[in-house]
């Protein structure tokens, strides 16, 4: 570019455009009602953490009001969400599970 010098120009305009794929934060949303041993499950189920980690991003969703459990590729955050929300569905409880684009 008209800043650089010819030498980094040299070696970035010869460098093929590689853009990463967007990433995808998955959260977990609080509410009133899903029992903690129950978000305790879902984490070490389906975002292979252990009881300890989980238990820990449990307690973050219950204070805060919501934690980002995983980041991951549209694909595997896609599968996540609905896996959960199927999970929770199936058990009657009222727990959430979103995904919003990294910036
Ligand atoms: N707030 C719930 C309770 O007190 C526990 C909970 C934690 C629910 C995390 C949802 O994503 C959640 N039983």
Redesign the pocket.
Known sequence: GPQDDDETDLLTKTRPKTKRPPMYKVM?????????EF?VLVLERFFGLNHAQAFEI?LT??KKGLAVVGVFSHEIAETKVAQVMDFARRHQHP?QCTMEKEE
């Open positions: 977990l949303l609080n509410d009133d009602f899903t029992p903690m978000v449990m969703v219950h727990l």
